[in-house]
């Protein structure tokens, strides 16, 4: 795709973040199956359902810009849940599992909340006013859901931290 305004860069922005939907949506079953914690499990299921929703936002977008979502894979997010799966892979004790499955998931976050910024940037200066209405409210959710990770975050972690879990207690 050749990039000569700043509509073929958006659209390629929407595509890319189409794209990590998608395969957020197909990670998620095996992080919540990782987790320990209920509350952890009840986010990221919650998290789950957004990610749908966002998803079918999208789709609109696309619809009223007469556009394929088909055409983007995100490398990056390929590579966040290839280091989520290798966390997974790792034998931890539940509270120190579910510390790095937080952590991993708010990297996921923060690509989000940092591409869907973009994209209503853009939306906002094409004046596409739907779409970036739109864009703003995942924007939002995705903060939010970084919010809830960080309050579980410190919750798990102080557990994690706990001397029956670590190596080498004080």
Known sequence: MDYESLQDLYLHELKDLYGVEKQIYRALPKVIKHASSPQLKQALEHHREQTKTQSERLDRIFERMGKSTRGSRCKAMDGMVEECEDWMDQEAQ??????????????????EMAAYGCARTYAQVLGLKEDEKLLDQTLHE??????????????????????????HPA
């Open 94 to 111: 539940p509270e120190v599992m579910d510390s790095g499955l937080i952590a991993q998931m708010q990297r996921v976050e923060h690509y």
């Open 142 to 167: 995705e903060a939010e859901t970084d919010k809830k990770l960080t309050s579980l975050a410190e919750k798990i972690n102080a557990e994690a931290a706990a001397p029956a879990h670590a190596e």
